[in-house]
């Protein structure tokens, strides 16, 4: 859950990645290695992974794509 709405037009699912192509958020999270399908409603992202992986091992980078996702591209900074 995010402390602000998501951009976009309203509920929007994804299965992979090419129906995604055009939702620059949901392509990013598809680029986390496990990422199965996502569901973003308003201010709330709901991210399936895949059962073999651990949350603990992706949090972190799910959280990475999200700020990015969400950012302006002026505001990403660039990897150190």
Known sequence: MLDRDIPGEGSRS????????????????????????LLIVEN???????????????LDEVEEAIHEGLAAPDEIQPPL
């Open 44 to 58: 709330f992202i709901t991210v399936t992974k895949n059962p073999a992986l651990e949350w603990p091992d992706m």
């Open 14 to 37: 994804y299965f992979d990645p090419e129906s995604a192509a055009e939702d620059p958020l949901a392509a990013r999270l598809f680029e986390v290695d496990g990422v199965r399908a």
